[in-house]
């Protein structure tokens, strides 16, 4: 059984950053798309950040150069760094795996994720 569990997620101010943590078990993890989402308040979920050894990593136009996605194989454990948050960036956070190698085209599509986690909230103040 598949299983992701975030962590991190908590109030911060504007131009703060956060790391949010993503610990997976279950199944082999270092094959796999990876891939965090988010669907803030009132919203659609949306993709924000995909990573893959086959296929590299993927941003969402809105967080390039402030978000980070990695993993670590060692650690079974996926990581987005956010730096400069903004309010705009409040949402439920979730990271997800696609049970390929490669991540889909295009990558930030939700429906190609096959496992969820929980969600960490961000919260972004002004």
């Known amino acids: 059984q598949v299983q992701l569990v975030e962590s991190g997620g908590g109030p911060v101010e504007a131009g703060e950053s956060l790391r949010l943590s993503c610990a997976a078990s279950?199944?082999?993890?270092?094959?796999?798309?990876m891939g965090w989402f988010r669907q803030p308040p009132g919203k659609e979920r949306e993709g924000v950040a995909t990573?893959?050894?086959?296929?590299?990593?993927t941003y969402a136009d809105p967080v390039k150069g402030r978000f980070t996605i990695t993993k670590d194989n060692a650690k079974n454990t996926l990581y987005l760094q956010m730096n400069n948050l903004k309010p705009e960036d409040t949402a439920m956070y979730y990271c997800?795996?696609?049970?390929?190698?490669?991540?889909?085209?295009?990558?930030?599509?939700?429906?190609?994720?096959?496992?969820w986690g929980q969600g960490t909230q961000v919260t972004v103040s002004s």
């Open positions: 997800a795996a696609r049970t390929s190698v490669f991540c889909a085209i295009p990558p930030l599509a939700s429906s190609t994720f096959t496992y």
């Open positions: 990573i893959s050894s086959a296929t590299g990593t």
């Open positions: 279950g199944y082999s993890y270092r094959t796999y798309c």
